[in-house]
Nanobody, 119 residues
Framework: VQLQASGGGLVQAGGSLRLSCAAS??????MGWFRQAPEKEREFVAA???????YYADSVKGRFTISRDNAKNTMYLQMNSLKPEDTAVYYC????????????????WGQGTQVTVSS
């Protein structure tokens, strides 16, 4: 499966963005988002299973919402109340295991989409 991320951009602090990740074919794997800020390691953001169980990093709980539309082979990340520290390249992924916090569990990476939050 190939993944295509979109929806990044420049937004002011407190604003919102919605990221999308389209899969080239149906996948029952857990899907998720990671992000990587300049000079920092890639970190887990959120994951959603096929049957829509959701998991979030503490830093985004209450602000970000992950979802997926299995009929459209697409996953979304609604990001509200954005902060400058959310600035990063966001990557979507499918997992080969349920250790969704760990980037070593990723089966497939999509290309990144830049999110920049200005203060």
């Amino acid at each position: 499966v190939q993944l295509q991320a979109s929806g990044g951009g420049l937004v002011q602090a407190g604003g919102s963005l919605r990221l999308s990740c389209a899969a080239s074919e149906r996948t029952s794997n857990t899907m998720g988002w990671f992000r990587q800020a300049p000079e920092k390691e890639r970190e887990f953001v959120a994951a959603v299973t096929w049957n829509v169980n959701k998991y979030y990093a503490d830093s985004v709980k209450g602000r970000f919402t992950i979802s997926r539309d299995n009929a459209k082979n697409t996953m979304y990340l609604q990001m509200n109340s954005l902060k400058p520290e959310d600035t990063a390249v966001y990557y979507c992924a499918t997992y080969s295991t349920q250790l969704y916090y760990n980037s070593a569990s990723v089966r497939t990476w999509g290309q990144g989409t830049q999110v920049t939050v200005s203060s």
